[in-house]
């Protein structure tokens, strides 16, 4: 009885971290997507000023984007697994036009001004913030199915 | 002079003081920027002097607005050229020569990505339309698409002797662009200046200022680039203020400071310095050209019996658009504490 009662207490212990693991990681991936948010409206108002600034919504537009009837291209940015199977990375490769892997800046202009510069920082941030909630997000999951596990054995003592 | 200029063209001067007479206030910007959404700025809009442009709209969007003030210059431009006569008609296609040169680039970019060619039209200014536009599709080569584009067109006149047909596909469509207008720009002040008088002082000192313009505004833009030294400096516009020893030296520099310091020598310096409004960082060395460009346009209404009324006219009408597009885009993208970075006209 003592034995069960120590394992109880443990198991009670042993929730509460989770828990708290829980919250924690609520915390990390709300600010994440906050983060994330603030990124892509800035990389937004920042394509609308380069607009503003070369006049005219065709300085930067639909028209300069390749469709896919163009001419075929590689990804400067991918999405792998990462060492750990449950974690996403992302894999950042070289401008190499020679092999296909093209500026998706030289779309719009070869002489891009410090504003479509800035939205492209943005963007890769959001990219970045993107795998980091994903990450976040598995964890997080994760953590739940412990915490129902857990509760569901000490429920059954 | 005076009288001889009113006789041919004072009407259409008069005409075009009482268009820059009904462009946006002060007053009528804090209205705008006061707006919750696209539709409460169409209906500002309607209020002002661009009148029911919105009468037969159903869906409101930043597009449709654009469309619209685009479509009201439009007609108030070609009043003004179908009245026109002898230089005067050559002057104002001048104007829409910028606007043909960025309609060939966009369709070249488009047709580069197998869009369709109507929905390319759909895009283009319709400043910038000449008949020959839609020709450029049925290219299926560069030395066509040369021919097509720039032997057959108005821009013909703007081709610099350096280009061949048969490297005319392996220059990129912005590097084109580059060459054409400075050639375009070389041309209008040369034109300029033969018509003499207070046309020639006001628009060449507005074009001084534009190549000057850009000169800089290439030399920064290329400074993270591969563009070697003899590609940029065929894109600067000879035209301008700079001497042709700043040109060279801008050609080569691949630091920003000593481009500062360059233009702190050509009396360009304060393009460079922070200004109080910019609290985050949206202001950059375009908009304060833009500024100056603004003062600029609204100083040659000081002087009567000239042309540079009608240019200073296209320029402050296109800033204006500008502006109601950035406070719709602000409205539209729930950002409303940049709504205030618009370029204000200092009419009053």
């Known amino acids: ?157 | 002079m005076s009288l001889l200029f009113n006789t041919e063209w004072g009407f259409l001067e008069g005409i075009v003081r009482g268009f820059k007479n009904g462009m946006l206030k002060h007053s009528d910007y804090l209205a705008l920027t006061q707006c919750d959404s696209i539709e409460d700025v169409m209906m500002s809009i309607q209020g002002t002097d661009y009148g029911n442009i919105f009468a037969n709209d159903r869906k409101f969007s930043v597009d449709l607005i654009e469309k619209r003030l685009g479509e009201k210059l439009l007609h108030e431009f070609n009043y003004i050229r179908a009245h026109s006569t002898e230089p005067l008609s050559s002057f104002l296609e001048y104007i829409r020569y910028p606007y043909m040169i960025d309609n060939v680039s966009l369709l070249i970019s488009g047709l580069n990505n197998n869009r369709p060619m109507k929905r390319l039209l759909e895009m283009c200014n319709p400043l910038g339309y000449f008949d020959q536009l839609a020709a450029i599709e049925v290219a299926v080569s560069s030395v066509e698409l040369f021919n097509a584009v720039l032997i057959d067109t108005p821009l013909a006149k703007f081709i610099p002797p350096e280009f061949h047909e048969d490297t005319f596909g392996e220059i990129d469509v912005e590097i084109v662009r580059g060459l054409l207008y400075r050639s375009y720009l070389e041309s209008y002040y040369a034109f300029c200046q033969g018509l003499g008088g207070t046309t020639s002082d006001v628009m060449c000192k507005l074009l001084s200022f534009e190549a000057d313009r850009r000169v800089i505004t290439i030399t920064v833009n290329a400074l993270p680039t591969n563009l070697t030294p003899n590609d940029r400096l065929k894109m600067y516009p000879t035209c301008g203020q700079l001497p042709d020893l700043a040109l060279r030296t801008l050609s080569e520099i691949v630091d920003y400071e000593r481009v500062r310091d360059m233009c702190n020598f050509a009396g360009y310096g304060d393009m460079f310095e922070n200004i109080e409004r910019d609290t985050d960082g949206l202001i950059g060395l375009e908009d304060r050209f833009l500024m100056l460009e603004a003062k600029n346009n609204v100083y040659s209404y000081l002087q009567q019996f000239h042309f540079g009324v009608f240019y200073s006219y296209v320029k402050l009408k296109q800033l204006e658009v500008r502006n109601i597009i950035w406070i719709c885009e602000c409205i539209a993208q729930r950002q409303t504490d940049k709504v205030n970075a618009y370029i204000p006209i200092p009419l009053e």
């Open chain 1, 1 to 157: 009885m003592v034995a069960e009662k120590l394992d109880k207490e443990a198991a009670g212990q042993l929730l509460d971290a989770m828990y708290l693991d829980m919250f924690h990681l609520i915390e990390e991936h709300t600010q994440c997507r906050v983060n994330l948010e603030r990124a892509n409206a800035s990389g937004a108002i920042l394509l609308a000023r380069t607009r503003f600034q070369a006049g005219g919504c065709n300085s930067v537009s639909k028209a300069q984007i390749p469709t896919e009837n163009s001419a075929e291209f590689n990804a400067l940015c991918r999405v792998i697994k990462a060492k750990d199977e449950n974690e996403v990375n992302i894999e950042r490769h070289e401008v190499d036009k020679a092999n296909g892997y093209v500026e998706p800046l030289h779309w719009f202009s070869v002489l891009p001004p410090m504003s479509l510069r800035h939205a492209v920082t943005k963007f890769r941030d959001c990219i970045e913030l993107v795998a980091e909630s994903t990450n976040l997000q598995r964890q997080l999951t994760d953590v739940l199915s412990w915490i129902s596990k857990l509760r569901q054995s000490v429920l059954k003592q």
